[in-house]
């Protein structure tokens, strides 16, 4: 093993750290955002909105994301049609392409996790703020996704981790994030051990962050309807008590 070469690989991998974390940042922002619409349709829209929501969840999730991103990337560029449209100036852009890829993936991934979450709310919840009289939008706002969401993070976590390792594939498009950078510097040095070494101990880190980010704010809404509550009782208890009196005659 080449000590000297992984230092190497240490000074110029990182370097490729701003555009993994923009990929999945921008990839898991975009297919958070599309996913809560799909996630309430699919879980209670009408049969036909909800199968056609499954449906491309289904493809989506059941082919690689490699293919999708090529698909996108090789395939679009041969149609006549897209090459002479206005969208042609962002598809043929390598990074616009992985990130339209990847945030497809993701949205696919969440909704589903959404879903499960949003089947998973207790109805006495959902009755009890209709008795309160909110509309079926206040309900879903302040309701039933915050607490759909607090049950799904786990999940959405892994969702989260897994995106961070799938940004590698913008490397097959020729963008230079962590594993671009290694292919190049192995191609120069023909040291893909070293390498790769150094670069699988960065998506390491990266992950591990991720990790703990989420374990903290799992904890972190998980517990504080429980410090409320301890700090009410606390406050009760300094409160003095007043005692009811009566005269003596």
């Known amino acids: 093993m080449n000590l000297g070469l992984m230092f190497e690989a240490m000074m110029v991998l990182p370097s490729g750290i701003g555009l993994t974390l923009t990929l999945t940042a921008l990839s898991l922002t975009a297919g958070f955002l599309l996913s809560v619409p799909l996630a309430f349709v699919r879980a209670f829209g009408r049969p036909s909105l909800s199968l056609s929501v499954l449906a491309y969840t289904y493809v989506i999730r059941g082919t ?3 293919v999708q991103l090529f698909l996108l ?5 041969q149609i006549e049609a897209v090459r002479a449209s206005v969208f042609w100036v962002v598809l043929r852009d390598p990074f616009w392409c992985a990130l339209f890829a990847f945030s497809l993936n993701s949205a696919a991934h969440t909704t589903e996790i959404l879903c499960r979450g949003l089947q998973s709310v207790p109805k006495g919840v959902v009755e009890a703020a209709t008795a309160l009289g909110l509309k079926r939008i206040q309900i879903a706002r302040l309701v039933t996704f915050p607490i759909a969401f607090r049950i799904s993070l786990p999940a959405y976590g892994n969702e989260v981790v897994g995106m961070i390792k799938g940004s590698s594939l913008a490397s097959t498009v020729t963008l230079l ?3 671009g950078m290694a292919r190049q510097l192995v191609s120069s040095t023909f040291a893909p051990y070293e390498i790769f070494i150094v670069a699988g101990a960065i998506y390491l880190a990266l ?3 991720a990790v703990k980010a989420t374990q903290f704010l799992e904890r972190r809404l ?3 309807d429980h410090l409320r509550q301890r700090r009410k009782v606390r406050f009760r208890r300094a409160l003095p008590s007043h005692e009811i009196t009566t005269p003596v005659p």
């Open 64 to 66: 690689p994301m490699l």
């Open 73 to 77: 990337y090789y395939g679009l560029s």
């Open 177 to 179: 994030e962590i594993t």
């Open 207 to 209: 992950t591990t962050l």
């Open 222 to 224: 998980s517990t504080d």
